[in-house]
């Protein structure tokens, strides 16, 4: 048991009136992700202190993380009523509206806490993710880094400037790697603007990306996280580029694909006359579990003319053998090692059916069609609406109509899916 948890658990064991008690071991509980008995700790805490403003945000907190969107923002206004002086409890409030897709409202939130508390490093940058959701480039990517304010993403120091625009022509520029597999091949595409430039770089990734990211052209070389380099002209993080060079909405999209398959793949795609599909169910837990049941998307294989293929890696990858779907799914997992192996597998695809995970990024920075299923509330870089992203030409999103609920993105899915399907019926046996 957390030590936290282990500590107020004894507390209460003495006194179970104790309010404070009850609403600290619900945010002991929330941060180790144990949203429900979280909530009950912090209705426990409510019923022994009523109107109490910290323990109505700290319930409101754990209503979000529960789904309970609407009881959640009600608690919330409550909170701000009784006491409005309060940065957090406003803030908290802003998180609220942007799991309910209503960035505008998240976003006065949020501006009336940094008015309270400008040096509110979290609520700066769920403001800057806040402009970006709402597609506002030219203002988010300058807030954007506001990420190096926070205590989990201290800011890199090198013997060297680092790049601030400077010309580039005949400069050796270290880009520095940071956050997910997702965010690293999404901003890759800039790297070409910086080759244009004259720029000689050095590409610092994730070993899964290393042999994928060789390829990229303008990148000398490529060397792993964590890597000291001594001697450069300059530096930037990979993530900070498009604010540098001041990009907008309009400037996101490649022309081209700018990532493509390295190298022959692991597995090859028998039944070259049918419609290859790939099927990616789950990713990561945090900061929110985006994946579906993989039984959700077994109607995609009633068709004869249909190939599907999965490309889930993880434990998740033992779905197929569970749901004693193997005659239905071929499980490519043994064939990827590593990103390189993933595109090499994409290549072969007519086209993807994926949550949001980095195989979506993948995807689109190749130019594989690609069908994106996204939660009610989803990462900034889809937008709060809409079937298409400035970001991938090739990607065609399918959104959550209600929180949590999978029905009606999952029936427009499957009428685009046969309609793809049918578009390519001539060349496919039946």
Request: a neutral charge; glycine letters at 6%.
């Amino acid at each position: 048991m957390d030590g936290a948890i282990e500590r107020y658990a004894k507390a209460l064991a003495l006194d179970s009136r104790l309010h404070a008690a009850w609403g600290n071991m619900g945010v002991a509980l929330r941060s180790q992700g144990h949203a429900p008995a979280a909530l009950a700790c912090q209705l426990r805490a409510l019923a022994l202190h009523p109107n109490d403003p910290g323990t109505l945000s700290n319930l409101g907190n754990a209503l979000r993380d529960c789904g309970r969107l609407a009881e959640a923002e009600a608690v919330l206004k409550k909170a701000v009523e009784i006491k409005p002086e309060a940065a957090e409890y406003w803030n908290n409030l802003g998180l609220v509206w942007r799991d309910a897709n209503h960035p505008k409202e998240c976003l006065s939130a949020l501006d009336k806490a940094l008015s309270i508390r400008p040096d509110y490093p979290e609520a700066a940058w769920d403001r800057a993710l806040t402009l970006m959701m709402l597609n506002d480039y030219k203002n988010g990517f300058p807030a954007y880094e506001s990420r190096w304010r926070l205590e989990k993403s201290p800011p890199r120091a090198y013997p060297y400037p680092r790049w601030q625009g400077e010309p580039l022509a005949g400069k050796f520029l270290f880009l520095h790697d940071e956050q997910g597999f997702g965010d690293a091949l999404q901003f890759a595409r800039f790297v070409s603007l910086l080759a244009a430039q004259g720029a000689r770089i050095v590409m610092e990734c994730q070993p899964e990306l290393a042999r994928l990211f060789k390829a990229l052209p303008g990148v000398a070389q490529v060397v792993p996280r964590g890597t000291h380099i001594e001697r450069a002209d300059y530096w930037a993080p990979l993530l900070s580029l498009p604010g540098i060079l001041g990009l907008g909405t309009d400037d996101l999209m490649p022309a081209t694909p700018y990532l493509k398959a390295v190298s022959e793949p692991k597995a090859r795609l028998i039944g070259q006359d049918r419609f290859k599909v790939g099927l990616v169910w789950a990713g990561k837990m945090t900061p929110r579990d985006r994946s579906i049941e993989l039984e959700r998307l077994l109607p995609l294989a009633a068709d004869p003319r249909v190939l599907l293929v999965s490309l889930q890696i993880g434990p998740r990858k033992d779905d197929i053998e569970k749901l004693h779907a193997r005659p239905l799914i071929a499980d490519l997992s043994p064939a990827i090692q590593d990103f390189a192996d993933t595109a090499a597998l994409l290549a072969q695809l007519d086209l993807l059916v994926t949550i949001d995970t980095a195989t979506a990024h993948l995807a689109g920075a190749m130019g594989i069609p690609t069908f994106l299923m996204l939660l009610y509330y989803s990462d900034w870089r889809w937008g709060p609406s809409g079937e298409s992203t400035p970001w991938y030409a090739s990607l065609r999103l399918f959104r959550q109509a209600r929180y949590g609920d999978w029905q009606a993105p999952l029936e427009a899915l499957q009428k685009a899916f046969y309609e793809r399907l049918n578009s390519i019926a001539p060349r496919a046996k039946n």
